[in-house]
Structures are given as structure tokens and as C-alpha cells.
């Protein structure tokens, strides 16, 4: 199944939006507080049952907020697309209001939330898969995937991944697959063993043996994710097993930037596309290293119209998309950071231009010497401000 399109009328801070969506890689971005969140939050209620409460509000300025969702599926190997409306009149925090989602397709929903902690838990025993029916599936929906059963679902696969007859093809896969994730962000981070008396995933990096939960934030970030999906993918699938390669669901992940090193985003980003090829992300970011590796069709640009009302915003892309534009300029013009520089630098660069203009020799030359300090050694206004200062110097 994919999403087609979402129009918000009065939803949080949303006015009116209309988006499509492609059917593989979508990525949101925008300024702080545009949304971005909601509409992820918009599309997670569409999936959950009606004994979940929902999570939406309404604008303050509507009297009802709605929205309109669009989702094809594959019907006996026929496309078909089904729309669903809802009516949000929950405003105040403490009223408690319920959707009757889609179930039926929750199974191949997923969504990560931006609490992707893994903290060390103690594994007593190896418990058996939990059943993901159409309420437990719906449940997850608005409440996001957790971590605390994927260290569960790693270690009963591996223990059992030798023993005749005990997984099917499709575990044995994924769980070899999984093997090779550990090392998705650092080629010096390997899987090495599970500790059978302790249950205990042990990696190897650089410096030796290091237990899986000891890594940093931002890799267990990423792990989280990828295991997490695969594991998901095989509970909800355990009558009739696929290779997650073969999942063609929609998986929404908040913030996929969270924790993690700008030169590690990249990495898991193309990690998600060929590792599940044929599923619908829909990702949220404020990372303009991310940006810059998309395809223009993957980028979903939110901004503010002359109302200041949440819309679009027209970028007007050639074929490269955002790859020829610097992180500047991408924090500029699409997070709409006013600047990228510090305001004693901007303080300090216009007190040096107001000295230039009323040509006072000693504020000229003392807030040059205040800005060499402040400059990289390599950014080209040393030389430019070198040469404005040159006719001042003794």
C-alpha cells in the first residue's frame, strides 16, 4: 500500500495543506514548529482502532479541524485507491477523543516516534514472537514502534539460525541481513556473538569488545530503526513470511536525523532505500546535509505564505535538486534561519562597515582585528577585508 495525498483543513498549527506523495522516499522539512510532526501524526491516525485515543487537535481559529487521506492498495493484484475523512473537535488537553481507523492496513504501517532510546535490558530468557494482530498493529500506530523487544527478536533469530528446521528462509534472511546492519554506519563495527548465559549482544570495533548498548546515541539511533523495521515486518507477517525487501508498506520516521553525525545521516538514508526497496518512507528533518542528497521529487519543502499560514513552498528545483546548494543557503531558504552566523559576528561585521563609511581609521582597524579572530583562516573575506583595510594601515 502507499499514501497518495493528505489535505489538512484546522489540524494544530495547519490551516489548510494539500500534499502528494511519491511512492518511495518523501522527506518534509521546514522551519521549527512548521508542522512537520502533525502531519506525521495526521497520517498515524488514519491506522488506529477506535479504543485508541487519538492524539490530534484542533486550530483554536476552526470550530472543527478534518482531514483527507488517499491511500492505494493492491486488491487481488489490482490497484485501488481508498479515501478516508475524519472530524477533529478535540482542542483541550484533558478531552479524550477516538477514530475509527483503517486496521485492516495497519499491518503494513509503521511508525518511529523521535524516542529512539535503547537503554541495557536484561534478557532472563528468550520469549517467544508476540502476535501482532489488527488491534495490536492499530495500537502501535499512534504510539510508534518501541525498542524494548528488538533486542529479543535478535538474539532468539541468531541462537536459533543453526538449528534444522527452527526458522523459516525468510528469518534466516533477515536475521543474517541484521548481522550486517551493526556495521552500517562504521565498517569498523561488527557483530562478533550473543553471550548464551547472558543473552548479551556483543560487537567489535577499533578498540575491542564493546557490548551493543554501549555504542553512541546516534548508532543505536539508526539500529533501532533498521532492526526494528525488520522485526516488525516478521511479527506481522508470520503467517505468510516475506523478505523485507519485498515489503511494499509505509513506514514514517520523526526527526530521522535525531543524534546522529551529519556524515552517518547520508549513510542511513541510502541505507533505507536499498535495504527496503519497495516501501513508502515519509521522514521528517531539519538536516540540510540530508537535503542535499535527495532527488528534488523526495523533498517536501514546507514555509509560510503571505498570511503566514503553513503552505508549500516553491523551490522551483532543476534536475540535481538541492545538491548544488550549500548548508547555508539551505538553512536559509528552506529552514528559514535568519542567519547562520553569530550576533556578535553580525554585530561586529556592520560596526566594521559603518567604520569603513564614516572612514574612522581606528574603528576600521580594530573591528578588522576583532573579525580575523572570529573568521575560519580559509573563508574568503579574510582576503576581501585584508584588501578594504590595506589604504588604512601604516
Known sequence: MKIKSLIIDGIGGIQHLEINFIDSMNVICGANGIGKTTILEIISDAFINS????????????KIGKYRIELESNVNGNKQITSKEEVVKKFEPKLIEHHNGWGQYSKDFL??????????????????????????????????IKA?????WF?????FLNIEGSLTKEQCENVELAQKMFSILDNKVHFNKVIPSSFDIILTDSK???YFEYLSAGYKSCIYIILGIIKEIEYRNSESPILVKDFEGVILIDEIDLHLHPVWQSKLLGALKNIFPQTQFILTTHSPSILQTLQKEEIIALGYDENENVSLKKLNLGKYGLQGWTLEEILKYIMEMPTTTSEL???TLENFDKAMNDENRDAILKYYELLKEMLHPNNPLCKLLSIQVAEWED
Not at 119 to 136: F, H, M, T, W
Not at 155 to 159: A, C, H
Open 51 to 62: 479504543m485508541t485515543p487519538s492524539k490530534l487537535a484542533k486550530n483554536a481559529l476552526y
Open 111 to 144: 511508525y518511529f516516534g523521535i524516542n529512539r532510546n535503547i537503554d541495557y535490558i536484561k534478557l532472563n530468557a528468550v520469549s517467544s514472537d508476540p502476535q501482532r494482530g489488527e488491534y495490536e498493529n492499530s495500537k502501535i500506530a499512534t504510539e510508534g
Open 148 to 152: 524494548n523487544d528488538i533486542k529479543n
Open 155 to 159: 538474539v532468539n533469530r541468531y541462537l
Open 208 to 210: 575491542g569488545e564493546i
Open 345 to 347: 559576528y553580525q554585530e
